[in-house]
């Protein structure tokens, strides 16, 4: 039987094998997700279900910030049907003002349009990395939104931490912890910066209530 776009979008996403993150460079305390592996699993997930990716790259001087701001907007074409695609749009990253910063937002903004097109594992299973294992077929939702993943900042430590907090004393010790990467989430991930700053907003709203 013929399948349409996104019955095969669906198988991809199903048979997409785990991301193993890279190893841990000087002064990083967690595994870095490297575009080169992502873009790796993804597409040949997309090519084994006759799913083909482009992508197309706006970019924008951000003169306040001093650097250039790059946004991706994928295609996935059906190779049997190319007049069927699929757009990814929105995602988006910060680079500096060198001959380098545009090329690392431009594979930085194209590693998350393939991580949510696909909804790619990417959790250690141990110190030896990872057991790739395909999607469970489940009509189960998650009540928590996925946590938009950074290369040089654990968004999720961060997270814990503001949420974990008992008081607002040990709250504002957290906050003023991690001001400089939230600032820095700010810059280069507007997603996760969000997810920082409602879970901050949250947790401060419910020790000022006394909960």
């Known amino acids: 039987m013929k399948r349409n776009i996104y019955q095969k979008l669906h198988d991809a996403c199903l048979s997409a094998k785990s991301v193993k993150k890279g190893a841990k460079a000087n002064g990083m305390h967690f595994n870095p997700l490297l575009h080169d592996d992502v873009q790796a699993v993804a597409t040949q997930s997309l090519l084994n279900n006759g ?44 680079g500096n003002l060198d001959k380098f910063g545009t090329g690392n ?8 349009a393939f991580l949510n097109l696909l909804n790619l594992k990417t959790g250690i299973k141990d110190e030896d990395g990872y057991e790739p294992k395909p999607f469970e077929d489940s009509t189960e939702q998650s009540v928590e939104e996925p946590t938009y993943m950074d290369e040089t900042i654990d968004v999720e430590d961060i997270k814990h ?20 990467n939230v600032e820095y989430l700010l810059r280069n991930n507007l997603r996760a910066y969000r997810q920082v700053t409602d879970i901050a907003e949250t947790r401060e709203t419910q020790l000022n209530n006394g909960q």
């Open 161 to 180: 931490e503001l949420k974990s907090a008992k008081t607002l004393e040990s709250f504002k010790v957290a906050k003023e912890k991690h001001r400089a």
């Open 105 to 112: 937002a431009m594979s930085y903004s194209r590693k998350y």
């Open 51 to 94: 799913l083909y990716a482009t992508c197309n790259y706006l970019t924008e001087i951000v003169p306040n910030i001093k650097q250039v701001m790059v946004v991706c907007t994928m295609r996935v074409y059906d190779v049997d049907d190319p007049t069927q695609h699929i757009l990814v749009d929105g995602c988006s990253a910060f």
